[in-house]
């Protein structure tokens, strides 16, 4: 079992990672590299001044507005439109000079009742009663969502483009290949809390929203910068938000939501915009999904102690009951045969071995998870003074090759001594599955990393992408020699232009080695 | 064959055996009074045992036995879709569905009156005793029992009809594959939901019609005295009216809440244990059935998938065939290995062959009539394009569809002008009054099975009807006032109405089994880069590449036409499937993602693939991600 004690130190502030090149992390001081970084198209940096932020939500602005005094007819309408069952209740509760007595008394009354039940449901699952901006924050991928002023990236499964989230509800993509920067913006577009590329497809991109999931069409050959909201498409469901969780199934054929308020999980036809609720008992909600890469499974975690595998061709699903938290992350490797996740409060990644043919899962699949690496807080000395490093996992992700394994680290916010951190592992499958250490990966001195993501097909080894708490993007290559059979099928991809945009002697250095 | 028949055999015992829970339920829930909570449940366990409680409930069983025998009989796999208002008529008018509404008014009298015997009180019987005012005891209707009787037909007959018109017959096959339970689990609150809106519309629509025609028994009475037959004057004696109760033809007497509720709640009994069979029928049929690729026996051999392929009819195992190819294609390497190999003696690739030429003959089938009405769409309403365009569509097998006619007729009638001021000025100055048009309207009229009969008082009866059920009062008295003005401007105003995009989702109508051969090819084609091993499907697939990128450019070409792009209004509070609705775009994304599914698999080994040079300029792009 591998654990943090056998990593090399991290680095001193001031340096930033680099690569892998040879077995090792490279890095070097910022200043020079920085100025290297800002040269490459892909490298980006938003800062938070630069973003025009809602200086207020929609729904004040009703006090914009001179008070005006309707029937109560009217007013009972707008509240049944507005607010449903318990906003006409509150209406004709508070309106109490107009209606007669025993209606606003049993409405209250009624009113009373129900929020005596939801008081107690939400004491069943705590996170009910949060609002939908606290939820998004609670579940997400992202460390400090909130806060965070790229608030989702993703991507492009087949080429070199990917659509970056901001702060200010817009969603920007970028293509190297194309000088047009097309940005989205929509009416329901807000709080994203995830986006990601349909696979086989050039142009739709999903976007996870507060209160519905949207379905954009870029096309890639347009020219506009501002595509029109009527290409996106919208999907809702009733009590279905917020959307804190997507994801396409591999053949591009299904898209999957989930919210922590609803405990149901939409498969969705996109093109048909119909959905078929998936339901369980228990668990609250739904809080992460993850297809596995082969199609045939999909993690499903829920908000209480207990995550499912799902089996995706009749839709059964496997119980997994936690004994401390939520399953907070988890990934796949490539070949769908293993599952790495994490669980809140401990310090640990778990993982489970599916070896059988789909469709029997339930039958022989692992009986318990086993503890692959050990990631408690360990302490290293630099000249800057002690460092702790370790603790509980915002989230994890695995490169496509299933070589490296990246690992977002909390941190302690408060603690200037304890840096959230993404801690990278080497991955084996064979004779035995380990984790084997790698290094630290660290951005400019003051900077945390907030989301990461692995390159879906780069040549040369695997490519994390991370976005840094300043705004800024960066891509960390790591150049190694794939040990597992070439893979089929991706050769459709066009070289990187990356390699030409790093120092030539790491290109070089890494062809000897493949040598 | 016989699976379907065992299929629908099964659903149909499911639902007699989901009969006797339904029916407590609904004893329940009309015997129940919150104040004799015991009494309630005495009544009912009395009920229960008593004879004609039992019998009542084996004409129940009986009726949903043939509600059943109906669904097989009725179903299809391929919505049949009417482009306008007139064709819809001409579908409910046609003496196939004319029947099923009559058997379904029938059964519905049958349903109503198991009610009335299990809600007992007022509405048990048809006559009660009374005493005329000169003191003679007499029987007398029981006009209780008789609305009972009335709403049950009633809602029979527009449950038919509805079922006509959201072709409710219609029976989709599922992109989520699923078991029964967890979909029969799934499906039952919306059915009930929808059981209950719906009777919820159909008792409305009963009381007012009620409320104008209820004088009709009293009439009927009348005319009996009048009669000489003996029997009916019997009858009529038997059965004397007691005026003095409240007459339940007026407002005041239909106002009744207890009335209202029973007669809602026996219409959702009705509709529920309809729907509940129509439901399981459904499941049941579309259930995935895993056909043999190959035989060893060759007594077996038209059990085999690629003999099932190419056979015609049924269509149902023609769908379920393609479904499993689908299916096979994604998630079973061995079978797919057994559609690679080659025959024994002589080693020819003969399954691959028959599944890849039948796959594309459907898609060329699909481009061919895609181009066929794209052609008549750009001549729009010209003679020539309708000839020709007849021309075209007439040589095509049977595998499509019953409204080809119409689908034209859509095109020629294409200029939207509000029905409304058409109907004042008919004829002069009304762009339908060209000669040219007439010529184009007449054959599509004549081809429809109705003609002749529009005149009829038989129409004039129903229509009026049927629409106040599905629009409203408007179209009440625009029918009422067409029908009185201009009867040749009659049939062009109504085919002027076209329900909009219809004609496109009779194109694509269907398309399900052209998504099946799209996603069935793509997986074969990107499974044999790595598992065919005799190198068989390197043969076809330039043909494949090509069938393809024809078919993405007439369905390109055809989106842009107007309404094909729009998308249908969403229903979600109906039994009927609008499935068939959105398939077009379901085949437009899935034509995308097989063709990418292709690509990305091969790569720039394409390049060496034998196509045109404009198929491979359409190939590059989509290898660049430009598409």
């Known amino acids: 079992m591998c654990s943090l004690a056998l990593f090399p130190p991290p680095l001193p502030s001031g340096q ?500 | 064959h016989q699976v379907i028949c065992w299929r629908a055999v099964a659903s149909i015992a499911w639902a007699v055996l989901l009969l006797p829970p339904i029916t407590l339920v609904f004893v329940i829930i009309s015997k129940f009074s919150f104040l004799h909570p015991i009494q309630t449940i005495s009544e009912c366990l009395y009920l229960l045992t008593s004879a004609s409680g039992i019998f009542s409930f084996i004409l129940l069983c009986g009726v949903i036995l043939i509600v059943g025998f109906l669904h097989l009989e009725y179903y299809t796999v391929i919505p049949t879709i009417a482009c306008s208002k007139i064709a819809l008529l001409g579908q409910l008018l046609h003496p196939r569905h004319f029947i099923n509404s009559l058997v379904h008014c029938f059964m519905g009298v049958i349903v109503a009156w198991c009610c009335a015997v299990t809600m007992g009180l007022r509405y048990e019987t048809l006559g009660y005793p009374c005493t005329e005012s000169d003191g003679h005891p007499q029987m007398c209707l029981n006009e209780y029992h008789l609305i009972l009787l009335l709403a049950g037909a009633f809602v029979g007959f527009s449950h038919s009809l509805l079922g006509v018109i959201y072709n409710m017959n219609y029976v989709s096959f599922h992109t989520v594959q699923q078991y029964k339970y967890l979909r029969f689990k799934r499906c039952l609150p919306l059915v009930v939901k929808c059981s209950a809106t719906q009777a919820l519309y159909s008792v409305r629509n009963y009381i007012v019609m009620y409320l104008f025609l209820g004088k009709c028994p009293f009439f009927m009475n009348k005319m009996l005295v009048a009669q000489p037959i003996h029997l009916l004057t019997a009858l009529n004696n038997f059965f004397q009216i007691d005026y003095s109760v409240h007459p339940l033809d007026s407002i005041a007497g239909l106002l009744d809440l207890s009335l209202l509720y029973h007669l809602w709640s026996s219409a959702t009994f009705l509709l529920l244990t309809w729907n509940i069979t129509l439901l399981l029928f459904r499941i049941f049929v579309t259930e995935v059935y895993s056909f043999p690729v190959q035989s060893s026996f060759t007594e077996d051999s038209h059990q085999c998938l690629p003999k099932v392929l190419t056979e015609k009819q049924p269509m149902i195992l023609k769908f379920l065939a393609l479904q499993d190819l689908a299916l096979l294609s994604q998630h079973s390497p061995s079978r797919r290995c057994e559609v690679f190999s080659l025959s024994q003696p002589g080693g020819h690739p003969h399954n691959w062959n028959a599944i890849s030429k039948e796959c594309l003959s459907l898609l060329t089938d699909l481009t061919q009539r895609l181009v066929a009405y794209h052609d008549t769409v750009a001549t729009n309403g010209r003679a020539k394009s309708l000839s020709s365009g007849k021309d075209l569509m007439s040589p095509r097998p049977v595998f499509l569809m019953k409204t080809p006619a119409s689908v034209f007729a859509r095109s020629v009638a294409g200029t939207p002008q509000s029905p409304l001021t058409s109907l004042f000025t008919p004829d002069l100055d009304s762009p339908f009054a060209s000669p040219a048009l007439r010529r184009l309207t007449a054959p599509v009229d004549q081809c429809s099975p109705w003609y002749g009969t529009v005149q009829s008082p038989h129409i004039m009866r129903r229509a009026p009807k049927l629409w106040s059920t599905s629009t409203g009062e408007v179209e009440f008295q625009k029918s009422n006032i067409s029908f009185s003005t201009h009867r040749s401007s009659n049939i062009q105003v109504l085919s002027n109405e076209v329900l909009p995009e219809a004609s496109s989702q009779a194109l694509f109508a269907d398309s399900q089994a052209h998504i099946w051969a799209l996603e069935g090819l793509s997986y074969l084609v990107q499974a044999s880069f790595s598992e065919d091993q005799f190198g068989v499907v390197q043969t076809t697939l330039p043909s494949i590449l090509s069938c393809m990128l024809v078919l993405q450019e007439a369905v390109d070409r055809h989106f842009k036409l107007p309404h094909a792009s729009s998308k249908p209004v969403r229903s979600t509070s109906s039994m009927g499937d609008s499935t068939y609705k959105t398939l077009r775009f379901a085949l437009r994304a899935t034509l995308k993602t097989a063709i990418y599914r292709i690509t990305t698999t091969f790569g720039d080994h394409l390049n060496a693939v034998q196509i045109s040079a404009e198929h491979r300029k359409r190939l590059q792009q989509f290898l660049e991600y430009k598409e």
């Open chain 1, 16 to 515: 930033t990672t680099l690569c892998e090149s040879n077995n090792e992390l490279l890095s070097g001081a910022s200043t020079e590299d920085r100025l290297k970084q800002e040269s490459s198209p892909l490298s980006l940096h938003f800062p938070r001044e630069s973003l025009k932020l809602h200086s207020r939500t929609e729904s004040s602005s009703k006090a914009a507005f001179l008070d005006h005094s309707e029937t109560l007819w009217m007013r009972s309408a707008a509240a049944w439109r507005d607010g449903g069952f318990t906003g006409l209740l509150n209406e004709i509760t508070n309106s109490h000079t107009e209606v007669p007595k025993w209606l606003s008394m049993s409405s209250g009354c009624i009113l009373a009742l129900l929020r005596w039940v939801s008081s107690f449901h939400g004491s069943l699952f705590p996170h009910l009663t949060l609002s939908s901006e606290d939820m998004i924050a609670e579940f997400s991928q992202v460390l400090n969502w909130s806060d965070c002023v790229v608030r989702a990236f993703a991507w492009h499964p087949h080429t070199d483009k990917f659509a970056v989230a901001l702060l200010d509800d817009s969603i920007k993509i970028y293509n190297p290949k194309s000088a047009t920067t097309p940005t989205l913006k929509h009416r329901l577009q807000r709080s994203v809390a995830a986006v990601q590329w349909k696979p086989l497809c050039a142009s739709a991109l999903a976007v996870a929203c507060q209160n519905c999931l949207l379905v954009w069409h870029v096309d890639p050959c347009s020219l506009s910068t501002r595509p029109s909201s009527g290409c996106a498409q919208v999907l809702s469901h009733p009590g279905h938000s917020p959307v804190t969780s997507i994801a396409w199934s591999p053949s591009g054929s299904l898209l999957l939501s989930a919210s922590p308020m609803d405990s149901t999980m939409m498969v969705w036809d996109v093109a048909a915009e119909s959905c078929v609720p998936l339901q369980r008992v228990g668990g609250g909600g739904v809080s992460f999904l993850s297809w596995s890469p082969d199609g045939s499974h999909v993690l499903a975690s829920t908000p209480s102690a207990l995550f499912r595998v799902w089996e995706t061709r009749m839709w059964t699903c496997e119980r997994w009951p936690c004994v401390k938290g939520r399953c907070q992350s988890g990934c796949w490797s490539p070949d769908g045969s293993r599952l790495l996740f994490t669980v809140q409060g401990e310090m640990v990644i778990y993982a489970l071995t599916f070896t059988d043919a789909p469709g029997q899962l339930s039958h022989s699949g692992p009986q318990a998870a086993a503890v692959v690496a050990d990631l408690s807080e360990t302490t290293f000395s630099t000249p800057d003074g002690d460092i702790v490093v370790g603790g509980e996992i915002q989230s994890l992700v695995w490169d496509p090759r299933g070589e490296r394994l990246a690992v977002l680290l909390k941190g302690d916010p408060q603690a200037a001594d304890r840096p959230a951190i993404i801690a990278v592992f080497k991955t084996r499958a064979n004779p035995i599955f380990e984790l084997l250490p790698c290094g630290f990966v660290q951005g400019e001195a003051g900077a945390e990393p907030r989301l990461m993501q692995f390159h879906p097909n780069f040549q040369h080894g695997a490519l994390l992408t991370v976005c840094w708490s300043n705004g800024r993007i960066t891509h960390v290559p790591f150049y190694f020699v794939s040990a597992g059979v070439p893979h089929f099928g991706l050769s459709g991809s066009p070289l990187l232009p990356h390699p030409q945009q790093r120092p030539a002697d790491f290109v070089n250095q890494s062809q000897h080695h493949h040598l």
